[in-house]
């Protein structure tokens, strides 16, 4: 064999951070000694893996094409180290979920998850990131997460999208709004009134505007913000109109704090798992996705 792990490893680390410095300190590693290791990988193989823009090194076509096969492979690799460790570790696993799938049903699958896996819990090897959709499906495109649980809808070419639940946005307001007991809102009724909506990027968002589609240019939108928890704050303070996904609001629509309108728009949708198709299925991989299928 022509090529180390360590070398892959290099590449792997210089792909992520786009800077030989910042990927040498990441492996801990001396900075010659990683621009050593990535020079001899392409001069073994006579082939340019990365191009410099600027200060940054960027991806060659056949930097592209290489790095998901090294991924695996290096995945691979720490799986195997892993069980010659610990015969009862099966390796690390990254997650990422959007904020309702991540406050709502991401703790409930992580318990689930760690209460058959416990070793995983010992060793720090589970962790879950929290972003948008346009977000998670970046770190996953790019490797720095394992698998992402997103809201929005996508077509990518090398992305792995499949449906998991099912989902209903709900549109609310404050109890002494004046579209409360309305038995259905016109149209009219939605672009007179102020909203309060997650930001752009993020599935919420995208479903809202897909219902919404032939109102957007007329709607009042007051507020974007991130957290559906600062939407129902500033909602039921009486600033507008929000709309949700149901799973975030049951507790505050069963409590009477915020209250349903009732809108004759399609507001359903799916969340989905994202994979990368080249990404390798680790065992805790594989683990997590029936999980998600029980659950």
Request: with cysteine; glycine share 6%; hydrophobic share 40%.
């Amino acid at each position: 064999m022509r090529y180390t792990l360590r070398q892959l490893e290099v590449f792997i680390a210089t792909a992520h951070t786009e800077n030989i410095s910042r990927a040498a300190e990441r492996l801990s590693m001396s900075q010659s000694a990683a621009s050593g290791a990535l020079k001899e990988l392409e001069k073994q193989f006579s082939m340019a893996l990365f191009e410099r823009v600027g200060k940054r090194l960027k991806l060659s076509e056949m930097g592209h094409w290489i790095r998901p096969k090294a991924e695996a492979l290096i995945s691979q690799a720490a799986e195997l180290e892993s069980a010659f460790h610990n015969q009862s570790s099966i390796g690390s696993l990254r997650v990422g979920a959007t904020l309702t799938i991540g406050n709502d049903l991401a703790t409930e699958i992580m318990v689930k998850f760690l209460k058959e896996h416990p070793q995983a819990a010992e060793q720090g090897h589970l962790s879950l990131e929290i972003a948008n959709t346009e977000n998670i499906v970046k770190r996953v495109e790019n490797f720095e997460i394992d698998l992402g649980l997103i809201e929005g809808e996508l077509h990518h070419p090398k992305l792995s999208i499949t449906p998991w639940h099912n989902d209903e946005l709900v549109v609310f307001c404050a109890p002494e709004h004046p579209l409360v007991n309305r038995s259905k809102l016109s149209d009219n009724d939605l672009i007179s009134h102020r909203w309060i909506l997650r930001e752009s990027g993020s599935g919420t968002r995208q479903t809202f505007n897909r219902a919404m589609h032939d109102l957007l240019p007329e709607l009042q939108i007051a507020l974007e913000l991130q957290q559906p928890e600062a939407i129902k704050q500033s909602v039921a303070a009486g600033l507008g109109i929000g709309c949700l996904s149901h799973i975030s609001l049951k507790k505050d629509l069963a409590e009477g704090k915020l209250v349903r309108l009732p809108v004759s728009r399609d507001l359903h949708r799916h969340f989905y798992v994202v994979l990368h198709k080249q990404k390798h299925h680790t065992r805790y991989i594989q683990s997590w996705l029936k999980h998600l299928r029980d659950t």
